[in-house]
């Protein structure tokens, strides 16, 4: 048993093999190529400070996204996440605006939306409202909350004190990578570990893959639940703090529309919006997709009413690629969803 | 109260005559139904208690109760001698007792050591120990004898292999009561002799089994005593010795069943059917018969054998690499189901819940499905009179039992279910009707009723194929029997000829490579 | 049973709450939405300006504001005009209705609702030319004035207050011309981060920044569009500077935030020019980001509009009925001068 368990670990077929590699492995050479094609076009993409400014503008899209994959993997969905987006730039800004200090405006912030993520789980896992509407309605509430926080303005400008602040989550540079990559490469790596090492995350999968049976094997499945909300709120309210540091005001519109490039980012990476399967890694490479579409398309001169159209074409071909070449796949030795490290 | 199972059985076996299970004046009500009046029920350590009632006797409530699924309205449930109010399903898997379901309750997209173990997931200061994991597991699966690799997706594997993980799971649990709910309907002979084996195993540990099962043929290899229900009450329980199969069924219903098998006698007509060298896949190969009118034809064979695969060549869902499908002497070409059902085949599938039903609609409009284009008028709107006319004869000429055509296909019994299935069918004046395992999960009673509706057909002069893995069932009520063995016919046989030995003779000809002779 | 008696009450609360929040004008909201049973006569109580003023219905004449969104600081501005004028002028009942975000059907949605909510006259900001003519001319049937503030539509009005945008955006061209000389910038490409293609007040910009360069040696890139998102047309804005462009312009006030910031990032070396103020934006002069931004008269706009209104409902007539009422050129020069 042993030898055959060194053996197999080592090819590269078995790699593929196990459930969401594959996918992954499809996608990464369609983001490699996409990537080729934008150089091409125009030299300035690959730029060193292009590359720069491109890690800034998918770390956001990372961090809904890995905020939604948690959601979808229990077999559920979150709308919310753009108008939470929208009212932690509202909140945060005003907060300080009036003169509180940044970082206990953060906290207060991320409280909020975390709140809010508890209150999704609690009406689709308590009251048992299906995750569509409920989070459509919080996803009203938020946005009148973001709109009356600062008395349906847009917040000023939220002043030299908030310097700190805005270096922490936007302009600041470590080891010459922008903050907010490394915010998302310390979110990613909290968060799939947590789903692919912990009790929490084996639950989590579960609960999406057969909640009756989960249930009836002793799994807590209203707070598994709760808890994948949760982090989806958190998510949304980092990204709301990275746009007021971004723009140094509170705008009442932001993050309009962020829960569906959520929901693009974990699908081309391989979650399932049925539940129980994707991995984390996936989002990663479905996040870059989705960023290196928006930036390259600026830079290759793509006027903009084919912008969308390219887009769509491209986000669909990602994920049939998959479906065509795994139907052709034997399923011989397929190991676990939760099973690889991301 | 949490009982530590070590602290009752300290490391010792217990005696066979101490109770681990003390049921007493259990009722139990759902809006509308009775489902348990003034049951009782008691299991000994060491033994093997089959709980046998026709479907709807409250067997399925009565269990469910005792794993903590359900709550009891009134009565006294002792478990390991202490007195349980509220079981939760958490707790009475720490109290040992597991559950296996018939319908399989696994997490599809996680592994066979995820399944086994959820729920009780084993932390190594909050990381999952995924090699422990998969090791314990596997040393679990090897003490079943299961070729199944612990990091095997559930998903992929067969409905049988993942019964084995159901048990595998329960095993791993430490499960000193165990509830079996119909655990061989999916498994092959050899499987079912393994987990007898397994079985008796756990009776020799002292663990209780309680064995829910309507193929009560097997009980006499495996129980050691038997309860009885009917309409939701206690009506007996008694040693397996001191009883017979008759006395059984007939306290299970409530009155005797003069033949279990009744079989009819018809002229043989001319031929419906004639599938020529028929190959579809692995595990369709070659494929040849005639179907008269007037018989009935039972295909026997093991699991695997290929029998379901044929009839879903034949049918048309799956595609055929070659072959001939010659109906009432005209050769048809069946690409897709449509093509079947137009020519007039038509096929009662193995899952009925599955592929048979839309358990979401309402009977009437299941009955209606495959008829909507007698049913439509010229617009294509559904005529309402002619679609009830159709429904009020199905519910009338096939007795189903429900209080009107507007419930949910999901709520009637099994055999109930079926007989909708056919149903829908015999609306359309098929030639030939395909039933592939219909009387799975059904009791005593439904599955005679499905028998005769069987023998109709014959008389009507509408061919019958009639697939089981019952062998008392073919032999009893097909004319005659073809054995299926990997895909290729092995042998066929008169019902007269037939005897159990020589059917599963051929049902284990397995042609003579090495490697296929391990697993049936 | 309990369960989804609470999810209904929940539901219609959420429902009650979003409704209020759409509606209505800012100093109102914060009372709506803490009761759910705010309806549009508490706003329209509450906008009068007037005080313990009663409602005569003979005299007062009912003049609603229907602008492009409820939420940029321009149209709040346009608001506060039309507030002070009907203020001042004691017998109009004033309404600020407006959709939540640009879009047309939205738009046509509020006109239907002022006509049935008994106006006597609507100043409309129209999203497009042509979209809300339909509804429009329906208001006219029923003998509603209209009057249009900052962009007209294609039907007639009585009158019209809004900056001739083509003009502003030319202006705003020459100005960028001008810094780029004396920063000695000769040629080099030029970014434009506009709104969306639909808005046509924020088009007539464009044109117009396109017309002063004119024959210049500098190249004008592809348009890319933030819809007036400051966080997407900042993006948009450091792709640009990626690319090599000398000088971006930023078509409305979110864009303009968008392009000072994204300037400032980069450390400068690049002419930032928008449009519109708030109080980012003028900081973002102050601090050398960008050399200078147009600055509307929006509330010029809503208190002429009014008045216009509030006149040709009395029976008179205008003397000037296209006004433009124009754009001032803030830079770092007279900054400071400003509130």
């Known amino acids: 048993m042993e030898r055959n368990e060194t053996r197999e670990k080592h090819t590269i077929r078995n790699i593929l093999a196990i459930r969401g590699v594959g996918q992954i492995a499809t996608i990464t050479i369609g983001l490699l190529v996409l990537c080729l094609v934008f150089a091409i076009l125009n030299h300035s993409f690959y730029s060193g400070r292009n590359v720069g400014n491109l890690l800034r503008q998918i770390a956001p899209i990372l961090i809904i996204g890995i905020g939604q994959a948690y959601v979808l993997i229990t077999g559920n969905i979150d709308l919310s996440i753009g108008s939470v987006v929208g009212m932690s730039c509202m909140i945060s800004a005003t907060l300080m605006t009036k003169g509180w200090n940044p970082w206990l405006s953060v906290i207060a912030t991320l409280i909020i939306c975390i709140g809010t993520g508890i209150g999704n789980g609690l009406l689709v896992a308590t009251c048992k409202l299906p995750p569509f509407i409920a989070t459509l309605g919080t996803m009203t509430v938020a946005r009148g909350v973001a709109q009356i926080v600062n008395n349906n303005y847009n917040t000023d400008a939220i002043g030299e004190g908030a310097e700190g602040f805005r270096s922490f989550f936007y302009y600041g540079k470590m080891l010459g990578i922008f903050n907010t990559v490394w915010i998302a490469v310390v979110l990613f790596l909290i968060f799939n570990f947590l789903l692919s090492k912990t009790r929490t995350g084996r639950h989590i999968y579960a609960v999406g893959s057969n909640i009756d049976a989960a249930r009836l094997s002793g799994v807590n499945v209203s707070i598994t639940t709760i808890k994948a909300y949760m982090v989806s709120g958190f998510c949304a309210g980092t990204v709301g703090l990275v746009t007021s540091a971004t723009s140094g005001i509170g705008t009442m519109d932001s993050g309009n529309m962020y829960e569906l490039y959520a929901v693009a980012a974990a699908v081309i990476g391989g979650v399932s919006t049925l539940g129980g399967q994707g991995l984390l890694l996936g989002t990663v490479i479905g996040a870059a997709i989705w960023g290196v579409l928006q930036n390259g398309l600026q830079f290759a001169g793509a006027p903009v009413a084919i912008r969308n159209i390219v887009i769509g074409i491209i986000v669909i071909f990602s994920v049939l690629l998959d479906v065509v070449l795994r139907t052709g796949r034997p399923r011989k030795s397929a190991k676990g969803a939760a099973h690889t490290e991301g | 109260m949490p009982v530590n199972k070590n602290d009752n059985l300290s490391g010792q076996v217990k005696s066979m005559q101490d109770y681990i299970v003390e049921m007493d004046h259990i009722e139990k009500s759902f809006p509308g139904v009775k489902a348990l009046d003034d049951v009782s029920f008691r299991l000994r350590a060491g033994e093997v208690m089959a709980l046998l009632g026709e479907n709807g006797a409250g067997k399925s409530t009565l269990v469910k109760i005792l794993s903590g699924v359900y709550t009891r309205d009134s009565g006294d449930m002792k478990i390991f001698g202490q007195e349980q109010k509220d079981l939760s399903p958490k707790l009475a898997q720490e109290l040992g007792v597991a559950i296996i379901h018939q319908e399989l309750n696994m997490c599809k997209h996680l592994t066979v050591a995820q399944n086994i173990f959820l729920g009780r997931e084993q932390t190594h200061s909050r990381v999952l120990s995924n090699r422990e994991m998969n090791k314990e597991a596997r040393d679990i699966l090897k003490k079943l004898n299961v070729d199944i690799d612990p990091t095997d997706v559930v998903g992929d594997l067969q409905v049988s292999k993942q019964q084995m993980v159901e048990i595998a799971k329960a095993l791993s649990a430490n499960a000193r009561i165990l509830i079996m709910d119909e655990p061989t309907s999916a498994l092959s002979s050899k499987e079912i002799d393994d987990l007898f084996m397994v079985i008796k195993n756990l009776k020799a540990a002292g663990c209780g089994v309680v064995y829910i099962s309507h193929r009560l043929e097997e009980l006499q290899y495996i129980v050691d005593r038997v309860t009885i229900m009917r309409d939701g009450k206690f009506i007996k329980s008694m040693d397996f010795a001191d009883t017979n199969m008759e006395d059984i069924i007939s306290n299970m219903v409530g009155r005797t069943i003069k033949e279990q098998f009744p079989r009819v006698e018809c002229p043989k007509g001319r031929k419906i059917l004639e599938v020529k060298n028929l190959n579809a896949g692995k595990l369709v190969r070659d494929i040849s018969f005639d179907l008269f009118e007037g018989e009935i034809i039972g295909f026997s064979g093991l699991m695997g054998a290929g029998r379901t695969e044929m009839t879903r060549a034949i049918f048309g869902i799956d595609p055929k690499t070659s072959g001939n499908i010659i109906l009432d002497g005209k050769d048809i070409s069946i690409n897709q189901p449509s093509d079947s059902i137009r020519s007039g085949i038509v096929l009662v599938p193995e899952d009925r819940k599955r592929d048979g039903l839309c358990t979401k609609l309402p009977v009437r409009e299941n009955i209606a499905l495959p008829n909507l284009d007698i049913l439509c008028d010229v617009f294509g709107t559904v005529n309402r009179k002619k679609e009830k006319i159709m429904t009020d004869k199905a519910i009338r000429e096939l007795q189903i039992k429900l209080p009107n055509a507007e419930v949910n296909a999901a709520a009637l019994s099994g055999g109930n279910q079926q007989k909708v299935v056919v149903g829908k069918w015999l609306a359309r004046n098929s030639r030939v009707v395909i039933f592939d395992e219909p009387t799975r999960g059904i009791d005593v009673a439904a599955k005679v009723e499905i028998y005769n509706l069987m023998n109709q057909l014959k008389k009507d002069g509408i061919g019958v194929m009639f697939v089981s893995s019952e062998m008392t069932e073919i032999m009893g009520i097909s004319d005659r029997i073809i054995v299926m063995c990997d895909g290729r016919i092995t042998g066929t046989m008169s019902a007269d000829e037939a005897t159990q030995d020589l059917v599963m003779t051929y049902a284990t000809r397995f042609e003579n490579k090495i490697t296929q002779k391990v697993t049936a | ?339």
């Open chain 3, 1 to 339: 049973m309990k369960m989804k008696a609470i999810s209904v009450v929940l539901g219609m609360a959420m429902l009650a709450a979003a409704i209020s929040g759409c509606s209505g004008s800012p100093s109102t909201t914060t009372a709506a939405t803490t009761t759910a049973a705010a309806t549009t006569k508490a706003t329209a109580a509450a906008t009068t300006a007037a005080a313990g003023e009663s409602t005569a219905a003979a005299a007062n004449k009912k003049i609603i504001l229907i602008t492009m969104d409820s939420t940029d600081q321009h149209w709040v501005n346009v608001d506060k005009g039309c507030q002070e004028e009907a203020a001042a002028l004691g017998n109009i009942t004033y309404k600020w209705m407006a959709p939540d975000k640009k879009d047309d059907a939205q738009q046509i949605e509020r006109i239907n609702n002022a006509i049935a909510d008994g106006a006597d006259a609507i100043l409309i900001a129209a999203n497009g030319p042509d979209a809300i003519t339909g509804a429009l001319e329906e208001a006219k049937a029923a003998g509603i004035v209209i009057v249009y503030v900052d962009s007209p539509a294609n039907t007639e009005a009585v009158a019209t207050f809004s900056t001739d945008n083509k003009a502003a955006g030319k202006t705003a061209g020459e100005q960028m011309l001008a810094a780029l000389a004396t920063a000695g910038v000769t040629k080099g490409s030029i970014g434009i981060v506009n709104i969306n293609t639909a808005t046509d007040s924020t088009n007539k910009r464009e044109a117009g920044f396109r017309e002063a360069f004119d024959g210049s040696a500098f190249t004008i890139l592809e348009t890319q569009y933030g819809e007036g998102d400051a966080v997407k047309s900042q993006d948009i804005a450091d792709n640009f500077i990626t690319d090599g462009v000398v000088g971006i312009f930023g078509c409305n006030e979110g864009a303009t935030v968008g392009v000072g910031n994204a300037i400032k990032g980069a450390g400068g070396g690049i002419v930032g020019v928008g449009f519109d103020r708030s109080d980012a934006i003028l900081s973002l002069i102050k601090d050398g980001s960008l050399v200078c931004t147009m600055v509307q008269n929006p509330s010029v706009m809503g208190s002429e509009g009014l008045k216009a209104a509030a006149a040709v409902l009395a029976g008179e007539t205008l003397t000037e009925t296209v006004v433009d009422t124009g754009v001032s050129i803030v830079n770092a020069a007279n900054v400071d001068s400003l509130a």
